[in-house]
């Protein structure tokens, strides 16, 4: 049996709706009924590292981050493919610039949707200490 099961279904045109686990994702290349596939992937990606961004500031000893936003943006190419994938994280608590490098290698190593994107995919991360 595998681990991840969901189940995507179109009753017409491009929507789709996926079943993922007890939620509905509305999904829509067009972006009239729900985010579009990229936009998706961008999102999903910031939600896997933000937590592992805050796993990596526990391991070096920063246990209370504070608020943390990560604000993402992405590049297309000519064929709608993501090409490049940024993410400007900011976080409450003021912390060296070293640590901060150091928790964003960590969280690279942590989150799963980094680990599965092809390198090129990676996101290019810059991150402020002190933003709140």
């Not at 090409?83 to 942590?110: M, N, P, Q």
Request: hydrophobic share 35%; net charge negative; glycine share 10%.
């Amino acid at each position: 049996m595998s681990d991840i099961q969901t189940t995507t279904v179109s009753e017409q045109g491009f929507a789709s709706t996926s079943q993922v686990g007890d939620y509905d994702l509305s999904i829509d290349p067009t972006d009239e009924e729900g985010p579009n596939p990229n936009a998706t992937l961008v999102a999903t990606y910031a939600a896997c590292f933000l937590p592992a961004f805050r796993v990596g500031g526990r391991q070096v000893g920063h246990d209370d981050l504070g608020k943390v936003q990560i604000d993402a943006d992405a590049d297309l190419d000519g064929d709608d493919d993501l090409e490049a994938i940024r993410f400007e994280i900011h976080v409450e608590k003021d912390i060296a610039d070293d640590e901060l490098d150091e928790i964003v290698a960590r969280g690279e190593e942590i989150c799963h949707v980094h680990a599965a994107l092809r390198e090129g995919l990676h996101a290019d991360i810059s991150v402020n200490g002190g933003a709140f």
